[in-house]
């Protein structure tokens, strides 16, 4: 077990830290009635806060999401915004309600998706663009009669991912599968199996338009490590084979030497 790094710097700070296993239990609730917060800022909390909880600021409660709400509600939305092929993302502050990501808007700032980036890189810049709005927001709203803009009730969801998400489809298209790999890394990771042996994908691009080949079938180069596709061929830059440190594409090639018709599936 390992203190999260706003802990670890709260503490250097000398700040008062409490972490509930559930911020709407009973204990939790007199712990906020004792320190009665004028505004309660969440960021990844990963708990539904429950009326009792975001009745008790006199401001209420404000979320920082890493989507352009209403789109991508949920537990994931950085995951399947790059997952669906999104081009633009951003980040969001909005005022809770007991929804799920459905309370009014406050901010929004808007960034472009990399043709390449992963979710763990995207995850990097909206990060500190959305640390950079929370104190906007705060600002905007407590000093500067900044005021909240009510949802469209129509939103898409970002559930959690689960490990039926993880499976690569080969039939799908190149594009999709370079999709679903940069969505998934650095965790947990799409994944597909070789010779009875799991395989994560780590980086991928897609390589061809024009399939030559039955779908998930390693196409030989001496350099590359390509795959065919339901369209189109992919190219596999780093993986990391089951029980295994990652490794690039031309390194799997030459310690696994693959036999004419060996498929990933």
Excluded at 222 to 234: P, S, V, W, Y
Excluded at 245 to 251: P, Y
């Amino acid at each position: 077990m390992k203190a999260p790094p706003v802990k670890v710097v709260a503490c250097e700070l000398g700040l008062e830290v409490f972490q509930p296993r559930s911020i709407n239990k009973p204990d939790s609730l007199e712990y906020l009635a004792r320190i009665s917060p004028d505004l309660i800022v969440v960021a990844a909390f990963g708990q539904l806060l429950k009326k009792a909880v975001l009745d008790l600021p006199r401001y209420g409660c404000i979320n920082v999401h890493a989507s352009l709400l209403p789109k991508y509600r949920g537990a994931a939305p950085i995951q399947w915004a790059i997952i669906r092929g999104e081009r633009w993302t951003g980040v969001t502050t909005m005022i809770m309600d007991e929804g799920m990501d459905t309370g009014p808007i406050l901010l929004q700032r808007a960034v472009r998706i990399e043709e390449d980036e992963t979710a763990g890189e995207l995850e990097a810049r909206l990060a500190e663009l959305g640390a950079n709005l929370i104190v906007e927001t705060v600002e905007g709203y407590l000093r500067r009669g900044l005021r909240p803009k009510p949802q469209p009730a129509e939103g898409t969801l970002a559930p959690r991912i689960k490990e039926e998400h993880t499976k690569i489809d080969w039939t799908a298209t190149a594009r999709e599968i370079h999709n679903l790999v940069r969505g998934l890394a650095p965790s947990p990771g799409a994944y597909t199996t070789f010779r009875e042996k799991r395989l994560k994908l780590y980086r991928t691009r897609p390589f061809s338009e024009v399939p030559d080949a039955p779908p998930g079938e390693i196409l030989p180069h001496k350099k590359r490590l390509l795959i065919a596709t339901g369209k189109g061929i992919i190219e596999v830059l780093s993986l990391k084979p089951e029980g295994k440190k990652e490794i690039r594409g031309v390194d799997f090639l030459n310690g696994y030497r693959p036999r004419p018709g060996e498929h990933f599936v």
